[in-house]
């Protein structure tokens, strides 16, 4: 990596610190049953074991699977019934724990997102006339093995447009991934949420850097006059795409990169802040600007239908806006190396071990 290069990229590092947003949401960790917030614990094992032991045996049932149980990777992010134990089938000291568990393992960020997504449930159900179908209770949580800080297990908490997924291999950070946020309606149009966009800065940033591009770059990054109907990699339990096209980090100008890095740090940074350091490590240091493609597909005027990724060996971001006239967005991060526990969580099925 260049010098310039490797400065450009040390600015993802700020963003991440940075990251922040200023949201307002009704879906924020409701208090404990003594009326007093509950003390965070110390670890996402932490949080895990008092999820877990809060638990009677049908609701334990429904929330508790083995490590290697292929429930790991039914993940989706349509309105469907899952599997897990629902918010809505939670006790207040239940609920709260589930709470701690998302917080322990997000940023700030990434929480209030996470609760901004089970808030636009609400506001759908009232604009489509049929709250019965739009529940933001029905949010699922559900574990996987033994929680620990030195041996393998993992979680997820997922409902409409919610799907996120944390693995902690064995002596390592939790990592993330899948991780997908979406927003319908995008833009709140009327009522006391009116002008509310959750999912803002992961539209306006990739704007701003599109915007930037000279003719001849323009020509590179938009690899199609049509945006396609949604994230291509769906639900894909192995994430790929066939090739890497779009404009490289690596034929962009320094400003060019610094807005490149700071739309991903949108992404990073909705992480725990250790794995949002070591992705800013990561990219900084391991991933060369030219390995890092930068594409747009669709028109590129506000207010229609428009795709972007962000592509490189080690992860995928995807972006789509296209639904409900440009006003319904799905997003999601994938960690091609380490989706779902990746090579750590591999030996330890091969070694036998399914703990419970």
Known sequence: MSVKAGAAAGLLGACVIAAGTALVVRGAAPESASGESATAP????????????????????????????????????????????PLGEMTLEQRTAAHALLRATTSSQGYLKANAVIELERILGILEGRPERRDPEGYYVAVFGTPSPTNPWAWRFEGHHLSLNFSSPANRLTVTGPAFIGANPARVASGPKAGWRPLGKEEDLARALLASLSREQRAV??????????????????????????????????????????????????????????????????????????????????GQGHYYRIYSPAFLVEYDNTQNDANHVHSVWRDLENDFGGDALARHYEGGGHPR
Do not use: C
Request: cysteine-free; hydrophobic content about 40%.
């Open 42 to 85: 110390s670890t996402p094992a932490d949080a895990a074991s008092a999820f877990l032991a809060l638990l009677d045996g049908p609701a334990r049932e429904k929330a508790h699977y083995a490590l290697d149980d292929d429930e790991r990777f039914n993940w989706h992010f349509v309105p469907r019934r899952r599997n897990g134990l």
């Open 221 to 302: 990054a938009v690899v199609a006059t049509e945006a396609p109907r949604d994230i291509i990699t769906g639900t894909d339990r192995e994430a790929r795409l066939d090739s890497f096209d779009g404009l490289a980090a690596s034929e962009m100008s320094d400003d060019q990169r610094q807005m490149l890095f700071r739309l991903l740090a949108e992404y990073v940074g909705n992480m725990a802040p250790d794995a949002a350091h070591a992705w800013t490590t990561r990219i900084r240091e391991d991933i060369p600007p030219s390995e890092i493609h930068f594409a747009w597909a669709g028109p590129t005027e506000p």
